[in-house]
């Protein structure tokens, strides 16, 4: 079509008359300008959808965590004698009587809770520990002391000894774990607000991300590095809380089940210690967990505060929290061999992301004796500088590009093994560590698309499996 030209057309007499079509420019910049509106009215859609799922979320995951935590502690992990219950009065009324007594805490939980948040508060700030940075990828430099594993030790220390010399009752947890839950959902809610406050008026740093939706910054978070006196919430909450937490429940769980038997079985001992082992490494690699997605992508919302201070100490306990009522005898073969598939499942879990650490320091250090094969690559951080990198092609990242996800579902596996099969809640925490690995491959596959480009096109024609060889 030519520019401006004139064409005849039948009026609705059926006579001709000249009418001028606009140039073709003009009609580009409406096309574009058409683009861009339907993008607009595309995101604007997204947008209120991802509302509407996150608040549906908000609604769910505490009903679901205090829902869980009841059918194992008092139904006794009976997931047939929950269905008869939900089929003889409705939703609603079953989870009043479930949340209502609970949903504040009570005094014991939360001096509990307190107690333990200023003594590993502590623990972060007056410890030593060797000094190291992190560079965003907006450039802010982020700084951190490595004294996760001594505080670790210590906390476990401290524990056993005021068990030991009656100055606590290991039981407490246990007997009010249902007031825990609901504390701790209570006291995310209000740090979640207090995040939310703080990212929009104070930011820690520029790494912020901020929406038009209320719902969407406070489930996700604004700041992705926010500090509150000095103190990497983060850090704290993911590492400090969270894990730490975790380890002391099971020491407590396993307390319990003494006290109510007079032993230990040796299938809590078998699930304690691999999770314990577990816990140990986490605190051993601490210093390259912040190089991780929840560290580095994932904003300080109510999902991360809420997935760590509420679902790990539910969900990853779950093994134990079922045997404490159950003392199953495996017998010394069985037991035996779960410990032993766990400790290796752990180990090499450790060896490929210390594989991973150690190119990084030394490109000419050697793996399973050989020499180190890498594609060397760079990016460009959002302030426009660039810097290098490597992409591991030997040991266990040569095998799969995620590979180390592999064993670490397979030791989760070994310490839910133990529960047998007389019901499937102790298996949930694999069940959703599977969906939650596959999720993250497909996370980090894409983030390094955009990150490397051509160099990590290659890298996948060479590892050509996300997580299992020959398979996926």
Request: aromatic letters at 14%.
């Amino acid at each position: 079509m030519s520019e401006g030209k004139n064409f005849p057309e039948a009026d609705k007499n059926g006579e001709t008359e000249c009418i001028t079509r606009p140039p073709e420019p003009l009609a580009a910049e409406q096309k574009a300008k058409s683009k861009t509106a339907t993008l607009t009215d595309q995101k604007e859609k997204a947008s209120y959808l991802a509302a509407f799922s996150y608040f549906l979320l908000l609604l769910i995951l505490p009903n679901f965590v205090m829902l869980f935590a009841y059918t194992i502690i008092d139904l006794e992990g009976n997931i047939t004698q929950l269905i008869e219950i939900l089929q003889s009065q409705d939703l609603q009324e079953t989870m009043l009587q479930i949340w209502w007594p609970y949903a504040m805490g009570n005094y014991e939980t939360w001096v509990i809770i307190m107690t333990f948040f200023v003594f590993e508060l502590i623990l972060m700030f007056v410890l030593p520990g060797h000094r190291y940075v992190h560079v965003t990828c907006t450039g802010n430099i982020l700084h951190y002391k490595n004294n996760g594993l001594l505080s670790f030790i210590i906390t476990i220390t401290t524990f056993n000894a005021l068990v030991y010399y009656e100055v606590i009752d290991p039981s407490l947890v246990y007997n009010n774990f249902m007031y825990l839950m609901g504390a701790l959902n209570l006291l995310v809610i209000g740090l979640s607000c207090i995040l939310f406050v703080k990212g929009k008026l104070f930011p820690s740093t520029t790494d912020i991300t901020s929406t038009r939706s209320i719902i969407v910054d406070f489930y996700k978070g604004i700041e992705l590095h926010p500090k509150i006196l000095c103190c990497d919430v983060k850090l704290f909450i993911h590492s400090r809380f969270a894990m730490m937490g975790w380890a002391l429940l099971l020491l407590s769980f396993v307390h319990k089940q003494y006290a109510l038997f007079g032993m230990y079985s040796d299938s809590m001992v078998a699930a304690v210690v691999l999770q314990i082992i577990y816990i140990t490494k986490f605190f051993f690699w601490e210093q390259g967990y912040v190089k991780s997605l929840d560290i580095t992508d994932d904003r300080a919302g109510f999902s991360s505060c809420w997935g760590n201070m509420v679902w790990v100490p539910c969900i990853y306990t779950s093994q134990t929290l079922y045997l404490i009522t159950h003392p199953i005898n495996l017998g010394l073969p069985l037991t035996t061999t779960l410990m032993i598939a766990g400790m290796w499942s752990i180990y090499i879990n450790y060896e490929a992301d210390f594989q991973k650490q150690d190119v990084r320091k030394n490109a000419q250090c050697k793996i399973w004796r050989n020499d180190v094969q890498v594609i060397k690559t760079n990016y460009k951080l959002k302030d426009g500088s660039e810097t290098d990198t490597v992409l591991l092609l030997s040991g266990w990242w040569g095998v799969s590009r995620h590979f180390h996800y592999l064993p670490e579902v397979l030791a989760a596996l070994c310490w839910s093994l133990p529960t047998l099969f007389n019901t499937l809640l102790p298996y949930f925490y694999v069940m959703y560590l599977v969906v939650l690995m596959a999720s993250r491959t497909r996370r980090v596959d894409k983030r390094c698309q955009e990150k490397y480009g051509s160099d990590w096109e290659e890298y996948c024609k060479r590892v050509p499996y996300k997580i299992i060889p020959g398979v996926f």
